[in-house]
């Protein structure tokens, strides 16, 4: 099975791991957050984040980080290196749940059901009446937890 490793500016990862064990409680073990904080250093977060990607003992790892070109994403790019490990930025809580609810499959469609989960997360919704949020017909997995 796979790992899902959260980076965010603090505190974002973590709260976005407490919302995934709050709809997959057995996800713990495969999820884990690290918190960018302010003025650290980034080779201390890369420090962090090895241990923490070493002691997840999985197959492969799928890092999510939050804002494409900020510490949190440079310091995956380098974590990844070498890993059987893939990077998607822009992270979501739809996209984190879609990649919790389908972890055992491969990194490859791991990655592309996180994109998806999170594009198809963003949406305008009507004030009132009828919210027209049907599902895609290609996706409708049980897991997806898409709201």
């Known amino acids: 099975m796979n790992g899902i490793l959260i980076m965010a500016h603090a505190p974002l990862a973590h709260a976005l791991?407490?919302?995934a064990?709050?709809?997959?409680p057995d996800c713990?073990?495969?999820?884990?957050?690290?918190d960018v904080q302010p003025n650290m250093p980034p080779e201390e977060t890369l420090a962090m984040a090895r241990i923490t990607a070493e002691q997840m003992n999985t197959r492969?790892?799928?890092v999510l980080t939050d804002v494409f070109g900020?510490?949190?994403c440079n310091?995956?790019?380098k974590l990844i290196d070498g890993l059987n490990a893939k990077l998607?930025?822009?992270a979501n809580l739809p996209m984190l749940l879609r990649t919790v609810g389908h972890r055992h499959e491969s990194l490859d469609a791991l990655v592309a059901?996180?994109?998806a989960g999170g594009a198809q997360g963003v949406m305008q919704v009507a004030p009132v009446g009828q919210q027209n949020q049907q599902r895609k017909r290609h996706d409708q997995s049980i897991n997806d937890h898409q709201q």
């Open 60 to 62: 492969g790892l799928l």
């Open 17 to 19: 791991r407490q919302c």
């Open 28 to 34: 713990g073990p495969a999820v884990t957050a690290v």
């Open 88 to 90: 998607v930025t822009g």
């Open 70 to 72: 900020a510490t949190p």
């Open 75 to 77: 310091v995956a790019q």
């Open 113 to 115: 059901r996180a994109v």
């Open 21 to 24: 064990l709050h709809v997959f």
